[in-house]
């Protein structure tokens, strides 16, 4: 799979095309990111992409299981909005970061 153009290979038990549609997903993620961001560094790119989805993952479980999940208090979306647009300005900002 590439993504930003960097080839990985991915083992996984799933078939190939969810294979390729996490990948685009990602892939799609991080060059929003970069867009809005102006972040060229792929490390950063790709915790910032990672924040942006665990949100809407505990979005989606939160919406189907109530506001507890597996015992353990909810995580306030608007909170970790917040928090993901923090880190963002933080490393559009940072010639080390961005």
């Not at 969810?18 to 792929?42: K, S």
Request: hydrophobic share 45%; aromatic share 2%.
């Amino acid at each position: 799979m590439r993504i930003l153009g960097a080839e990985y290979r991915i083992r996984s038990e799933a078939d190939e095309s969810a294979v390729r549609r996490v990948a685009a997903l990602v892939e799609e993620t991080m060059v929003r990111i970069r867009d809005r961001t102006q972040t060229v560094d792929t490390l950063d790119l790709a915790v910032l992409a990672a924040l942006n989805l665990a949100n809407d993952l505990i979005a989606l479980r939160e919406g189907a299981q109530g506001a507890e999940t597996e015992g353990h208090p909810a995580i306030d979306p608007e909170r970790l909005r917040g928090l993901i647009a923090a880190v963002e300005s933080a490393a559009a900002e940072s010639p080390g970061l961005g």
